[in-house]
Structures are given as structure tokens and as C-alpha cells.
């Protein structure tokens, strides 16, 4: 099933009296319980999974969601630390066509999908308690089965903040700071694949006309359609060869797509303020700094045989 963000985050939300009715089963002299695992990928899809031998169909605020028995998802043990460490841990499974496929986590499907685990009364699933939230991390697959590490939500405390001064541009073409409308005519189209050469490294579209060669170097290329479709790569090279759009991505897709699929391909900027200026008439939000001296002004000094006018070292 799909489910949006908001939705997502409603069926975290505490439930005191769920957690209540939790605590009394739990504290018995007898307990009926099992694990609950609900995964969210980016795209919105949705999966339950459970360690009990049967499907669990807790309703209410998670509507049709149906915990599913089996072996597609286990999880291993979670550390669980205090202060702003990470928590870490890792769910397996086999690969199973119904519910985790191979091609899907070679398609970057299954990437930064959300995971949260509830312990619950298999008896009576409104008994149960959230224990864990995050993400899943990396991927590792072998003869048929899977291992994800997942990752608490104090991951997102090792991410780097802050800005790095420098004189190429540091957002994202089209995100808030940007502010280009990639959708506007002209930066982005839509070509079929004619032929694909070096394990899909290189791949010829039909169509040229319309764009100066390198529009697209630098950009996004996303395979729309086929067995590879939803995977996003980084333009290396764009030219023209034979009368088709010659794209040399930086790495190989980790499903090759296969000649009549239809990608996307969106404009490319290498961060220079020229760029900027010239190819998106955006200046006024280039994020650069492009009259910074160079790295070795510190240790520029006045020399013989220069011209000392009071003018700048650097020219």
C-alpha cells in the first residue's frame, strides 16, 4: 500500500493508550507477543512485516496496513544508546518476489526508507508500544538474501552543517536556495534509449536537436520506464554521435536499462558563477563566492621588478 508523510507520521505518533494496554499485557504472568516492523520507502510504498507465524491486521490508525508472516523481514539486535550516539542494528531476509525484490534494492528503491518497530499483543494488536525508529542504510545482498543495516534517528547529527566558502556555488541546482525552476521549458526532456553500451555507462538516445553538447553534463538522468526504472544517476559527459544523444554517466546503473526505455534528463551547472549567469540567468541567487583570493594570498608579499600602484596582488 502507499502512504504519504503525513500519514506516515500520524501512525508514530504516541498512543498513550496503546502503550497502556501494552504495559498491562506485558507485565502478566503470561505473554502473547510479537514484533511489528512497517517500512516507508521514498516512492510512499508501505510493507509489514512480523515475526509472528500469522499476518497481524492491527486497524485502526494503520487503516488496511497488514503485517505480513514469513520470512521477507527479520530483525537482528538493536544497540540502544544513550546521549547523541547512533543508534545502530540490522534487519535480513530472504529476497522474496512478493514483497522484497532484488531489483528493487538494485534500483535504489529500498535506499533511506524509513523503519519503525512496535512490540505488540498478537492476541490484541491495540496492546503495543513503538521501540524504534529510523532509517535503513546499507544494502548488502548474497545468494539470495539481504542485510540492512538501519540507523536511529541521531544519524542525522553526523551530517555536516554549516557553509564552505569557496568560489563555486554551493546548492543544488533547482532546490530552495537555487530557486531554478527545472521544469520550466528547457531544462529538462524526455528521450527513449536507442542502444546501451559499457554495462549501461554509456547510453545513446534518440534526438539531439535543441541543445547546445554539455547542456546536460553535470545534470540528473532518471530511467522512467523498464526493469530499471526510478533510478537517478549524475551526467559525466553529454555529446552528439550519429545523429543520438551520447550520455557517459559517472558509474554504471546497477540495473542496466535496456534500449526503448524512455528517460529523463535535466540540465546540468558546474557551479560557476559565469554558468550561473549565462546559462540560467540566475545570478542573484548564486550561492558562490566568486572574488575570493586565491588559496596562497595569505603568503603573497610584494616583490621586485612588480608594479606597486596600490592595486590588488592578485590582478
Known amino acids: 500500500m502507499e502512504m504519504d508523510a503525513t500519514t506516515w507520521e500520524a501512525l508514530l505518533a504516541p498512543d498513550p493508550a496503546a502503550e497502556a494496554a501494552f504495559d498491562a499485557t506485558a507485565a502478566g504472568e503470561m505473554t502473547t507477543l510479537a514484533r511489528l516492523h512497517a517500512v516507508r520507502r521514498r516512492d510512499g510504498a508501505v510493507f509489514g512485516f512480523t515475526d509472528h507465524d500469522r499476518d497481524i491486521a492491527p ?158 553534463t553535470h545534470g540528473r538522468l532518471e530511467i522512467l520506464d523498464g526493469a530499471a526504472a526510478g533510478h537517478v544517476a549524475v551526467v559525466r559527459e553529454d555529446g552528439r554521435a550519429e545523429g543520438n544523444r551520447r550520455v557517459v554517466l559517472w558509474e554504471s546503473p546497477a540495473m542496466v536499462p535496456a534500449a526503448g526505455d524512455r528517460v529523463r534528463l535535466l540540465a546540468g551547472c558546474d557551479r560557476r558563477a559565469e554558468t550561473c549567469r549565462r546559462k540560467f540567468d540566475n545570478l542573484v541567487n548564486f550561492r558562490g563566492f566568486p572574488h575570493l583570493p586565491p588559496e596562497g594570498w595569505i603568503v603573497r608579499y610584494p616583490a621586485s621588478g612588480e608594479v606597486h600602484d596600490g592595486g590588488s596582488l592578485f590582478g
Not at 135 to 141: E, F, V, W
Request: hydrophobic share 45%.
Open 59 to 216: 486497524g485502526g490508525r494503520f487503516g488496511a496496513l497488514v503485517f505480513r508472516a514469513g520470512a521477507a523481514l527479520e530483525a537482528g539486535a538493536l544497540e540502544a544508546v544513550n546521549g547523541l550516539a547512533v543508534d545502530n542494528g540490522a534487519v535480513f531476509g530472504a529476497l522474496s518476489g512478493e514483497a522484497i525484490r532484488e531489483g528493487d534494492i538494485l534500483a535504489g528503491r529500498w535506499d533511506g526508507a524509513e523503519i519503525a518497530s512496535w512490540v505488540a499483543d498478537w492476541r490484541d494488536p491495540a496492546a503495543r508500544r513503538l521501540v524504534f525508529r529510523g532509517t535503513i542504510g546499507r544494502i548488502i545482498r548474497r545468494d539470495g538474501t539481504f542485510e540492512a543495516e538501519i540507523r536511529g534517528p541521531a544519524e542525522a547529527l553526523e551530517r555536516p552543517l554549516g557553509r564552505v566558502f569557496h568560489r563555486r556555488c554551493d546548492a543544488v541546482l533547482g532546490d530552495a536556495r537555487c530557486k531554478v525552476d527545472l521544469e520550466a521549458p528547457g531544462y529538462g526532456v524526455e528521450w527513449a534509449i536507442a542502444a546501451v553500451e559499457d554495462g549501461g555507462r554509456v547510453l545513446l538516445l534518440r534526438g539531439s536537436d535543441g541543445f547546445d553538447e554539455g547542456w546536460f
